[in-house]
């Protein structure tokens, strides 16, 4: 049985969310899609925001994947706010939430996985072996699940966008992919639900990733070319913050592959350890002359 609020229909199940999407096609509205992993805050509400924009109809998945989760205390403490992400949701727009159990996405007899090829080998698929592979596997559920007209994520996860359009392409997955910039809070820290796990004195610490990033731009919008000037520019402010450091690294924005020379589209990301939180980040950039 579906359960309705005045504005969000919650499909708990995959027939339910079936039910749902058919309707409001049925109806002749198109359908946008934000999958999350829940604890909504206003970066995801963006992302719904953006879809309603265009869709009358606006999904959004809540479903902390344990497939992408390399790292158990990670999954263990990830934050769960059902009921707030519902309200949030519904704020922003979204009309259906799909709230799955574990077996509702991953059946008995589920046999598949996405290998998230070489686009999926640096950075976070370095320092996360599994994670790009459950990743892509979920997604690829969940966009022939809900058959969206367009999907969207966040450019903060830059690696794992990429991840999803190549597979989207190779696998002719008929839903758009669209990437929204990252939202921050004002002080520059990109909004994560990890966030929410930094006890004060880290939150402060946690600006370093930020800071680091905002200075590498700086030094590339006054013509620096040298991949090391503008990865130090980060690790400075790591160091200065004694934040331990997975990577901070620019590599091409399309094959996510490190470069020595910024010129072409590239994506600076970096990952710290904030206390017992891991975060990450990044910017684009460009050579000034282009
Ligand atoms: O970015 C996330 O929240 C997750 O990786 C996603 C895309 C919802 C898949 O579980």
Known sequence: MLATTSTLTVART????????DAAKSAGLSV???????????????LVREAAKDHAAVVISIFVNPSQFNDASDLENYPRTEAADFERAAAAGATIAFAPSCDEIYPAGFATTI??????EQLEGAHRPGHFDGMATVVARLLGLVRADVAYFGRKDAQQLAVIEQFVRDLVIPTRIQGVETVREADGLAMSSRNMRLAQADRQRALALSRGLFAAQRLADGGEHSARALETAVQVELDAAALPTDYATLVDAATFLPVDV?????VLAVAAHVGPVRLIDNIRLAPASV
């Open 14 to 21: 995959v027939d339910e969310l079936r039910a749902a999407v």
């Open 32 to 46: 946008g899609f934000v999958p999350t992993m829940g604890a909504l805050h206003e970066g995801h509400q963006t």
């Open 115 to 120: 290998s998230a090829g070489a686009v999926a």
């Open 262 to 266: 910024l010129d072409r589209e590239c």
